[in-house]
């Protein structure tokens, strides 16, 4: 049981390339989120989704898009990378049901610098 | 849009003292609330969490509580130990809800003196 694996760990982009972050969970959660972490702003939430085939937006959605075409993975991507999505990327998982409330996991974290 | 402030930003307490941390939320439905501990280079972890049908939940040394009325919820953390050292973050959210999006404070970091 690895719970919440995120690939990449570690990435520099050059401004204006793309890439995917992946995320994936074995704990089989419904609710899938991306926050990204820069100091002193806390945790803010980019995208999330409820289930299979069903993403919605964050508080920060604006540069990113994802899916969720499998319910165990969840990618956040970013199109035209620019020096102000250079953060700390988190991906997370929680069942959302009624026993569990909304606990929610965290991955290890992707740290991805753009240039 | 749905709101948690977090104070203070940062808490300098001498070893065996307590440490308090104080959240707000605007969402009145906003039914769970969780409190993560963030140790240097790594992934927030649950470390207490808390129901809207419940006033206070207490865990060894640790305790937090809830007013409904006043939208505002706080952690508690006795005889404080250099392992406390860390970013607190606290967080609302509606559970069993499909709007369900958990909004986390800005953080505290907390520095505990030998």
């Known amino acids: 049981n690895a719970g919440v694996t995120q690939t990449p760990k570690f990435r520099v982009l050059k401004t204006g390339q793309s890439m995917t972050l992946l995320c994936a969970q074995d704990m089989n959660h419904e609710y899938m989120y991306w926050y990204r972490q820069d100091p002193g702003m806390g945790l803010r939430l980019i995208h999330y989704s409820v289930g299979e085939g069903t993403t919605a937006k964050g508080e920060v959605p604006d540069g990113y898009n994802v899916s969720r075409l499998k319910k165990q993975n969840f990618l956040l991507g970013l199109e035209s990378a620019a020096p102000s999505q250079t953060s700390v990327y988190f991906c997370?998982?929680?069942?959302?049901?009624?026993?569990?409330?909304?606990?929610?996991?965290f991955g290890e974290g992707s740290w991805l610098t753009v240039v | 849009g749905e709101n948690v402030e977090q104070h203070p930003s940062t808490l300098s307490v001498q070893e065996g003292d307590s440490a308090v941390i104080k959240c707000t939320y605007s969402d009145s439905a906003s039914n769970y609330f969780p409190w993560y501990k963030q140790e240097l280079g790594k992934r927030p972890q649950l470390i207490i969490d808390?129901?809207?049908?419940?006033g206070e939940k207490k865990d060894q040394r640790i305790a937090v509580t809830l007013n409904k009325t006043a939208k505002h919820f706080s952690l508690h953390i006795t005889e404080t130990q250099p392992e406390d050292s860390a970013v607190y973050f606290c967080a609302a959210s509606r559970a069993y809800s499909s709007a369900s999006k958990i909004i986390f404070g800005s953080g505290t970091r907390l520095s505990i003196r030998p």
């Open positions: 997370a998982s929680s069942y959302g049901d009624r026993d569990s409330g909304n606990t929610i996991y």
């Open positions: 808390i129901r809207s049908n419940v």
